[in-house]
């Protein structure tokens, strides 16, 4: 019987080897020749290297980067990586996966619009993200992204940015939440309310009155705990991959079902309201979820969508003007030349038209904000060939040759970094200094919303947010104090803020 099982063995194992070198041989014979053919037509050259302890599983990197994401560094981690490789695009292993990580502004312009059709925003990113938000505009590709990305268009109509007077309602509501007598209040939780509330009246035609206690609803407040959680929870799974399934996280369903329950509600109404034919404004106010329950009746459609522009619409902006602020507590510099140039409006509410035309505000929130420059929102990001392509740069010693990329790799990139590269920037890149932007006309180095096709539908409506708060509050206050003595740490979610807030004391105009 033994004698048997070991023949049976023997003969599994070499059918398996016959396999395997069939398979071999038509892989070299079609794909492997393919591959060979562009390489030598394109001039093609392997990337450098990252040196690693383990070249084959990338454990030691998974490691590495796990410890900085709970110590807070992992931002800085990458930063000192590539500054000490001295490279900006290197091939490395991460959980079995082999990686090209860059931060060469003509690899991104490749991937990202030159070859755009060759890549997808990759497995990973759908299977960690679409729980909470579904199949929208950030989380799809091919068909799918463009009937979201046409849907959700025509939502971002200059008339509809530039009208500030719903916005000014919660303006009003965040500054009687700050104390006047000049204790410490955390303005990056009084901004995550402020966008939150005028993100979902913006969206669902309700607010959710965060900043407003008399107002707020308990189903509001939960689902406003909810979503922050989820986000953690989210973040958590993505930056841990497979490992994260070691660690249960019951709470993350029961608050995707919280925050799905809280949308559904809205999306109901507006699908009652749909077919009661009754899809004018209500008041004169612009409703995000009338206009799409006029192009798709499919709730589960609508819901995605607004809970991937609600992730855009609230964290963008929040954390922006939570690092702005950050920053300008700290530099009475900074905040006299905003000062002077904000006491230029005579006190009355700005339109958009001098939001538009005030270049010093804009210069620090180029400086500042969502990837614009020194504290990102969204600090990397990464897309997957779906096609065997070339990229121009990242190959041969001095990363200069084109690279190829086989079908199913990944290419990552860190802004954070790459909005530091000396070459770029100057020799004062990790200095905030907005006077830079004064000279600076940077391209693909510099990629605040994106770019190409995917580049961001709501830059605007973010900007103008943050830039109307930002005027409200220093026409409210005349000075402001930082309360915080911590340098800026990351806390990364999905998306990228500061660990300890916009701790500040401000003290309020007279009169």
């Not at 041989?25 to 020749?33: D, H, N, P, S």
Request: hydrophobic share 35%; glycine share 6%; aromatic share 10%.
């Amino acid at each position: 019987m033994a004698m048997t099982d070991l023949l049976s063995l023997s003969q599994a194992l070499v059918g398996s080897i016959v396999l395997y070198t069939i398979y071999y041989i038509y892989w070299e014979l079609t794909v492997g020749k393919a591959r060979r053919r562009m390489i030598i037509e394109h001039a093609c050259k392997p990337p450098r290297k990252l040196p690693q302890i383990d070249p084959i599983f990338g454990l030691d990197l998974f490691r590495t980067n796990i410890k900085a994401s709970k110590n807070h560094t992992l931002l800085n981690t990458t930063l000192e990586r590539f500054r000490r490789n001295g490279f900006d695009t290197c091939q490395m292993h991460a959980m079995g996966n082999t990686i090209i990580f860059t931060i060469n502004p003509e690899i991104l312009k490749t991937v990202m619009s030159l070859k755009f059709k060759d890549w997808s925003l990759g497995d990973r990113r759908k299977k960690f993200f679409c729980p909470l938000l579904g199949n929208g505009i950030f989380t799809t590709d091919g068909a799918a992204w463009q009937h979201s990305r046409d849907l959700l268009r025509p939502n971002f109509a200059r008339n509809l940015i530039s009208d500030l007077e719903t916005f000014e309602r919660h303006v009003d509501h965040l500054v009687q939440a700050i104390p006047r007598d000049r204790s410490t209040v955390d303005l990056q939780d009084l901004f995550l309310r402020l966008t939150m509330d005028s993100a979902t009246e913006f969206l669902f035609g309700e607010s959710t009155n965060c900043l407003a206690p008399g107002i707020s609803t308990q189903s509001s407040t939960a689902f406003a705990n909810a979503f922050n959680r989820s986000q953690q929870s989210v973040g958590f799974h993505a930056r841990h991959g497979p490992f994260a399934a070691l660690v249960p996280d019951p709470q993350f369903k029961i608050d995707t079902k919280t925050c799905h329950d809280f949308v559904d509600h809205y999306v109901r109404q507006g699908l009652r309201i749909r077919e009661s034919k009754d899809l004018e404004k209500a008041d004169g106010r612009y409703v995000f979820l009338h206009e799409l329950v006029k192009q798709t009746t499919d709730p589960v459609q609508i819901r995605s969508e607004l809970l991937n522009i609600l992730l855009a619409g609230r964290d963008s902006t929040a954390s922006l003007l939570s690092n702005v602020w950050f920053i300008i507590a700290r530099r009475p510099d900074i905040w006299a030349k905003l000062r002077s140039e904000i006491d230029g409006l005579g006190g009355q509410k700005p339109t958009f038209a001098q939001i538009k035309d005030m270049k010093y505000l804009r210069a620090v929130l180029n400086e500042c904000t969502t990837a614009l420059r020194l504290h990102p929102v969204v600090p990397g990001n990464s897309r997957q060939a779906i096609v065997d392509t070339i990229v121009p740069q990242g190959g041969g010693p001095d990363g200069k040759s084109p690279l190829l990329i086989p079908k199913g790799q990944h290419v990552a990139w860190s802004l954070y970094t790459m909005h530091r590269r000396k070459d770029y920037y100057g020799e004062d890149a990790d200095e905030f200094k907005p006077e830079r932007w004064e000279k600076l006309r940077p391209g693909w180095e510099y990629l605040p919303f994106n770019g190409g096709p995917r580049i961001c539908l709501g830059q605007q409506f973010a900007l103008t947010e943050a830039s109307y708060t930002t005027i409200r509050l220093m026409q409210e206050f005349k000075s402001v104090e930082s309360r915080d003595s911590e340098p800026w740490t990351e806390w990364l979610t999905i998306t990228c803020t500061g660990l300890g807030g916009a701790k500040v004391a401000l003290t309020p105009s007279l009169g």
